[in-house]
């Protein structure tokens, strides 16, 4: 493993210390504000964990839109208002900016449509909206590796530029440790819509496994990282394992080129056949996806 690898962006060009230092404290202030689940139990392995990127890595396309789909069919918003979300999100990925005022402003537009909501309703509606739509869209064979961390006793985090409060429901749901995520400014319980500092992204996430690591005993090169985005080369290469999941093409050339793992389930879509038995492990994210499905079916049948 390079040890230069996490002060260099996907396009090879070395940050600015103040960049880093920005980078640094999004990936700190996620890793205080990201808890583990209380309710787990002590770990049989615990210098050891798996890091999971998010969209299109454990779940098919980006949770912040499949959520505010899923708000506009509650009448939070208008079709127009949502359509001219993704037009954001769109023209950000395309562009494949690495500039962090790029991405602070991609990810602010995301965060717009919460603004002057309460945390707490949003949290329960991101369970309803997980819940009935999201689940379908998660990836089987991401599951089942993640499962195969559980039970070999390690554990399991989610490390994503979403929300916090999302990263953590997704998590939460499938009976993850934890999550990383972008923290959002709130105040007397409300979203303003702006960020609490800059947005959990590329060299970000590397510094919030790092954090994390530091806080929790974990010995990195013990632990594992999965992603399909070159963004996340540097989190990738901060850890002994790097596995290059669903990769976009930089990613699956860097990953050729460094002798990474590639694992590709885009044409697996037999989620309900193959997720549920993968994914067996006692208390974990078989039993989380149960009763997913179970409150799914009773909402809808309310409907």
């Known amino acids: 493993m390079n040890a230069s690898s996490a002060n260099t962006g996907a396009n090879g060009a070395i940050a600015s210390h103040d960049v880093l230092s920005q980078y640094r404290m999004a990936g700190q202030a996620s890793a205080v504000a990201g808890g583990a689940d209380a309710s787990h139990e002590p770990k049989s392995d615990p210098t050891a964990a798996a890091f999971f990127d998010v969209d299109n890595t454990m779940i098919r396309g980006a949770s912040i839109f499949h959520f505010a789909v899923g708000l506009a069919r509650r009448k939070y918003f ?155 080369i540097p989190m990738l290469s901060a850890v002994g394992t790097p596995v290059a999941v669903n990769p976009d093409p930089a990613l699956r050339a860097h990953a050729r080129e460094n002798d990474w793992k590639i694992r590709d389930f885009r044409r697996r879509e037999q989620f309900k056949r193959v997720a549920l038995p993968a994914a067996s492990g006692a208390g974990g994210i078989a039993i989380g996806l149960a009763i997913g499905y179970a409150a799914a079916r009773a909402a809808r049948r309310q409907i």
């Open 78 to 232: 208008t079709g127009r208002e949502i359509f001219g979300f993704g037009v954001k999100q769109v023209k950000f990925v395309l562009s494949g900016s690495e500039d962090l005022e790029d991405v602070a402003s991609a990810t602010e537009a995301a965060l717009s449509f919460v603004q002057g909501r309460r945390v707490d309703e949003l949290v329960r509606l991101g369970e309803e909206v997980f819940d009935e739509s999201m689940i379908d869209k998660l990836i089987p064979g991401t599951l089942a590796i993640a499962q195969g961390h559980l039970d070999a006793g390690q554990q399991v985090w989610l490390v994503t530029a979403t929300p916090i409060e999302l990263a953590s429901l997704i998590a939460k749901r499938l009976g993850l440790t934890g999550a990383l995520g972008t923290v959002s400014q709130i105040k007397d319980g409300v979203y303003t819509g702006h960020l609490d500092g800059p947005p959990l992204h590329g060299l970000a996430k590397a510094e919030a496994i790092k954090a994390l690591a530091a806080r929790e005993g974990l010995d990195l090169s013990r632990c594992s990282a999965y992603s399909d985005s070159s963004n996340d």
